[in-house]
C-alpha cells in the first residue's frame, strides 16, 4: 500500500465501556503523533479518563484491555484506510 508520511503517526482508538444495562458503548479517539499504537492507546485512555469524558457518560469506567487500536493512513490518491495493530 502507498501512503504518505505525514499521516503515519495518526490513530483510531476505540475504547469500550458498559452502560447501566450492560450494553457496550465505543468510544472513539484520534489521535495525531504518537510514535506508536502503545503510547496512542495511553493518549486516548487519559482523554476518555479526564473530568468532561466521564462526566459526559456518567462515570462509567473505559475498558482499555478490549481496545481497539487501528491506524490511519492515506493513499497518495487521497483514500484513507484503517489498518489493524
Not at 462509567?60 to 492515506?74: F, G, M, N, S
Request: hydrophobic residues 40%; aromatic residues 8%; charged residues 25%.
Amino acid at each position: 500500500m502507498f501512503s504518505t508520511p505525514r499521516d503515519s503517526r495518526t490513530w483510531l482508538i476505540g475504547l469500550p465501556c458498559r452502560s447501566d444495562g450492560s450494553r457496550i458503548v465505543w468510544l472513539y479517539y484520534v489521535v495525531g503523533e504518537a510514535p506508536d499504537s502503545a503510547e496512542a492507546l495511553c493518549a486516548a485512555v487519559r482523554r476518555a479518563n479526564s473530568a468532561p469524558e466521564r462526566d459526559a457518560r456518567g462515570h462509567l469506567p473505559v475498558e482499555p484491555d478490549r481496545a481497539e487500536v487501528q491506524r490511519i493512513r492515506q493513499h497518495i490518491l487521497g483514500d484513507f484506510v484503517l489498518e489493524a495493530c
